[in-house]
């Protein structure tokens, strides 16, 4: 059965730094891309990031350029999103999610919360 | 950036009847990158339609997707008690990847 598991979410301050991670069991991995989608709360979706299967190719929403970095560890499984200079308007559920040309696949989201 | 307008924003029906709900791309893609996904409240998107008009693995056959260039329908034929939820479009062929705001099919 696939499964993707986010952890990390919580409570950090504006300016702050969280990092995400997302355990992916149930299939090969390094196969696919993988993706964060974020949903603030009553809102609607929004694709935050992409990465390859390899590593090797990244791309960002306009709104977190420069400010996030997505990462994999292939060997381990698990994808990340290193969230820094965290503003309110960053506040959200953040979904795990893989794709094979769409997604198809989601985790159950992390609750990210910036706030004094 | 392709930006997706959903319409209408919250749609009223019984039942039984049917829906039929819109997205509109701000530019002409691939239409074989448009899908349409179901959220229910306090869960993930669940893929409904891909490519338009292909539907994922094991949803009912009620849910069909059309549409090209810039225009494109998902059709409930007969709206089950569970299909009132939200839908959302999302174009998959553009970087950045995009979503359309939402249609909430609420019981009437």
């Known amino acids: 059965e696939v499964q993707l598991v986010e952890s990390g979410g919580g409570l950090v301050q504006p300016g702050g730094s969280l990092r995400l991670s997302c355990a992916a069991s149930?299939?090969?991995?390094?196969?696919?891309?993988m993706h964060w989608v974020r949903q603030a709360p009553g809102k609607g979706l929004v694709w935050v990031s992409r990465?390859?299967?390899?590593?090797?190719?990244?791309s960002y929403a306009d709104s977190v350029k420069g400010r996030f970095t997505i990462s994999r560890d292939n060997a381990e499984s698990t994808l990340y999103l290193q969230m820094n200079s965290l503003r309110a308007e960053d506040t959200a559920v953040y979904y795990c999610?893989?794709?094979?040309?769409?997604?198809?696949?989601w985790g159950q989201g992390t609750l990210v919360t910036v706030s004094s | 950036e392709i930006v997706l307008t959903q319409s209408p924003g919250t749609l009223s029906l019984s039942p039984g009847e049917r829906a039929t709900l819109s997205c509109r791309a701000s530019?002409?893609?691939?239409?074989?990158?448009l899908a349409w996904y179901q959220q229910k409240p306090g869960q993930a998107p669940r893929l409904l339609i891909y490519?338009?008009?292909s539907r994922a693995t094991g949803i009912p056959d009620r849910f069909s997707g059309r549409g090209s260039g810039t225009d494109f329908t998902l059709t409930i034929s007969r709206l089950e008690p569970e299909d009132f939820v939200v839908y959302y479009c999302?174009?998959?062929?553009?970087?950045?990847?995009?979503f359309g705001q939402g249609t909430k099919v609420e019981i009437k």
């Open positions: 999302q174009q998959y062929g553009s970087s950045p990847w995009t």
């Open positions: 990465i390859s299967g390899d590593g090797s190719t990244t």
């Open positions: 999610a893989r794709s094979y040309s769409v997604i198809n696949q």
């Open positions: 149930g299939f090969t991995f390094s196969s696919f891309w």
């Open positions: 530019q002409s893609g691939s239409s074989s990158y």
């Open positions: 490519g338009a008009s």
